[in-house]
């Protein structure tokens, strides 16, 4: 199998190497042919070192020293021409972002599966990105974990009444909600169970996460009746609940590892992890407070308008990077989300193609940048 990874020095990324890394020791036949980056060419280049693959990309800079043997693209667009010169059987798509939408879109292309992590590809996509990828013939198998445990969970004959998707609650899920405005980056970089990316990780907090989950969960299983748990210790992954009151529950130590593997090896399960002692872990479900989540009730309300959606997303984008770099408040993320949907509900905007998503999306960075400014 020719793999490529977009993405391969972020979290995704990085664990998806650690997985591959123990397929080869099993003897699953794979060879990594294409690899990008965003910025960080240190990182990239220790990686094409250690797995020599034919073709690796760096967007934003070029790679501080010369490589033998690999043909490496940089600059914008450099990780479509690594997808459409390693023309992988699998792709990860790892690209943090809706940068990540162009690479999916490539991906779509060149590769017979892809395994998606980029949910932002997506909630802005929608069907549109779904269909392209039909008319492809090219199998998306999610990534996110709790997406992965739907589509696990899910089997064709029963059809499911309700999905149930849950949430840690984040790193700021017992502060006071008066304290909110003053906590730190530090404060809610400090996620209580996962270890991911910054975009992520602050998205988590706010739940604009999992607003993002439920529209993920809306187009790539096609129910709109979705709803959210609180599930601590993240050990439960997803439910399915049917007509006749079963509920179907995916249990497992909350390591990414698992959901990445299983996206490769699909339909077989190669990769091993130690089972849970389910006497020390127990299952717990809270409801969600909405005045803590301002921002998940807001997706709940857009679910299904893709103009909208893309604008969340878009939006968010901006405040978190305006709040890692200590311009804004936490409080003012969800405020520049909320204005932004806001004032884009009453744009005419139509969607005809991929360029319009991605001029949107544009459109909305700009327009979110200058409201606190
Ligand atoms: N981390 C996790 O546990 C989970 C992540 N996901 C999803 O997976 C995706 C990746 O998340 P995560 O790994 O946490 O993110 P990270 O921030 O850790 O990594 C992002 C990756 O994307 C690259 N990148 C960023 N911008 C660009 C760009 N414009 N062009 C090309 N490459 C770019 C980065 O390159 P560089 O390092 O060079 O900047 C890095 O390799 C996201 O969509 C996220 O929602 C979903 C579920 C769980
Ligand atoms: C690991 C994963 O899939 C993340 O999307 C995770 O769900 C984030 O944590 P929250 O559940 O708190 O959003
Ligand atoms: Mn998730």
Request: net charge neutral; hydrophobic share 40%.
């Amino acid at each position: 199998m020719k793999i490529a990874i977009t993405g391969v020095t972020g979290s995704i990324g990085t664990q998806t190497l650690e997985v591959l890394e123990f397929l080869k020791n099993k003897g699953f036949d794979f060879e990594i042919v294409g690899v990008s980056a965003g910025s960080n060419d240190k990182k990239l280049i220790e990686i094409i070192k250690k797995w020599n693959p034919k073709y690796a990309a760096i967007e934003k800079k070029e790679l501080s020293e010369k490589i033998e043997n690999t043909n490496v693209f940089s600059g914008n667009g450099a990780t479509l021409k690594m997808l459409k010169n390693s023309k992988p059987d699998f792709t990860i798509v790892a690209t943090g972002g809706a940068a990540g939408i162009r690479h999916t879109l490539k991906a779509i292309e060149v590769s017979k599966r892809i395994g998606l992590a980029n949910k932002e590809s997506i909630v802005c996509g929608g069907n549109m990105l779904l269909n392209y990828a039909k008319e492809h013939n090219t199998e998306i198998i999610p990534v996110d974990s709790e997406h992965s445990a739907l589509f696990q969970l899910k089997n064709g004959d029963d059809i499911p009444y309700k999905l149930i998707i849950t949430a840690s609650g984040g790193a700021l899920r017992d502060v006071p909600l008066e304290e909110l405005e003053n906590v730190t980056v530090e404060d809610v970089l400090n996620h209580p169970v996962w270890s991911m990316g910054k975009r992520i990780t602050i998205d988590s907090a706010t739940m604009v996460n999992k607003g993002l989950e439920v529209i993920e969960a809306y187009y790539l299983f096609g129910i709109k009746n979705i709803d959210v748990v609180i599930n601590r210790n993240s050990h439960i992954h997803s439910i399915i609940a049917y007509k006749d009151g079963v509920m179907k529950f995916h249990y497992g130590i909350p390591d990414m590892k698992i959901p990445i593997a299983y996206s490769i090896t699909y339909p077989k399960r190669i990769f091993e992890y130690k089972l849970p002692d389910i006497t020390l872990e127990p299952v717990k479900f809270e409801k969600v407070d909405y005045n803590r989540y301002p921002a998940l009730k807001l997706a709940f309300e857009i679910l299904g308008n893709q103009k909208l959606q893309i604008t969340f997303n878009a939006a968010d984008e901006i405040a978190v990077k305006l709040f890692l770099e200590r311009k804004i408040k936490y409080t003012d993320i969800y405020k520049i989300v909320k204005n932004s949907v806001d004032y884009f509900e009453k744009q005419n905007i139509v969607l005809n193609d991929f360029e319009d998503i991605i001029n949107l999306d544009r459109e909305v960075r700009i327009y979110a940048e200058k409201i606190f400014s």
